[in-house]
């Protein structure tokens, strides 16, 4: 919990607990309109106990303490990235590396509740489908090559059989992207942040596209098209972006970088122009965690530090919050 004193917006932690455990690897996650967030593993693995992971969960903004680990079996199992709400509908990335020897790589998911979900329950005792993106054109399309910026791709969506699998491997045929490859889905290379802005649901994917350095993609659900935003040629244009927030302002994709080297967070318009926002300076590890406060004037980020053990943590205190104030503006 924070407070916010002073003319400038200084900010003192009032207040600090847990909210949940129990749950392995959570990753980034996102938000509902019902003033939750959905928490997302990114493994699929069973604990010493048995309890099986690769699930996600939806906690409640305003606990003022631990609430309790109630996994959505319908919205899939398996190594999940982001995931939010819009539209009626929970969206899904996958971390997942596409390659010859894994050509189902990652899946784009969508979990459609039935009956449509208002909030009235936990979305844990929901029950609906789990769908996979496919390109109706292109049944198991290789998203690293041949896509053109700019270009809008009809898609339709493909039905997980089960979607809450026993223990598999890569190679499995009930793994969850296999088996939505098999329905034809189409096939990305690590998805990982995702955010909506302007009614569009925008997600990026770490090693993307021809040279291999990332992409950002555009769903429209209205038109039921998907859209190539931009493509990195290089490393020193875009490396590998990971989380995504959208800059409610201007309406330009925030992209935090998780590559080697000098991190950037860049920013993409929606007509695909690049350029550099930020850059590392008290060390080299990832941005990640982008979000804005509720009036849109304030960036928070987090730079992750040095990985290490709890509860010392990095030896050299290496992760950070920032907070970067507007005013956001536009750029030509």
């Not at 982008?290 to 730079?303: K, M, S, T």
């Amino acid at each position: 919990m924070l407070d916010r004193v002073g003319p400038k917006g200084t900010f003192e932690v009032l207040e600090t607990f847990a909210v949940l455990g129990g749950t392995d690897t959570n990753c980034a996650g996102g938000t509902t309109p019902w003033s939750s967030w959905i928490t997302c593993e990114e493994v699929v693995n069973r604990s010493d106990a048995g309890l099986k992971h690769g699930y996600v969960f939806d906690i409640p903004s305003d606990a003022t303490g631990p609430v309790k680990a109630e996994p959505i079996l319908g919205a899939g199992r398996f190594v999940h990235e982001a995931s939010l709400f819009f539209g009626g509908v929970m969206y899904q990335t996958e971390d997942r590396t596409r390659s010859t020897s894994n050509p189902a790589g990652a899946s784009f998911y969508r979990y459609v509740p039935d009956p449509p979900y208002g909030a009235k329950d936990p979305l844990s005792k929901t029950t609906g489908v789990l769908q996979a993106l496919k390109l109706v054109d292109e049944p198991q399309a290789n998203m690293d090559l041949g896509r053109t910026p700019g270009l809008p791709l009809p898609v339709e969506w493909v039905t997980i059989d089960q979607p809450d699998h026993d223990d598999d491997t890569d190679a499995g045929s009930t793994a969850t992207r296999n088996q939505a490859y098999a329905k034809g889905a189409a096939a990305f290379n690590r998805e990982e942040g995702m955010w909506v802005g302007g009614k569009k649901v925008y997600f990026d994917i770490t090693n993307g596209g021809a040279a291999g350095q990332g992409q950002v993609w555009e769903y429209d659900p209205e038109r039921e098209l998907l859209t190539l935003i931009f493509e990195s040629p290089g490393s020193t244009i875009l490396q590998s972006p990971d989380s995504v927030v959208i800059v409610p302002k201007t309406g330009h994709i925030l992209l935090q970088e998780d590559g080697s080297g000098e991190q950037f967070i860049r920013g993409v318009t929606r007509n695909g122009q690049i350029y550099d926002f930020a850059k590392t300076g008290a060390n080299e590890t990832e941005f990640a965690g982008g979000c804005f406060d509720p009036h849109g004037q304030i960036l928070f980020v987090n730079q992750q530090g040095d990985r290490g053990n709890l509860p010392d943590g990095p030896p050299d205190n290496g992760a950070v919050t920032y907070a970067i104030w507007g005013p956001w503006k536009a750029v030509n």
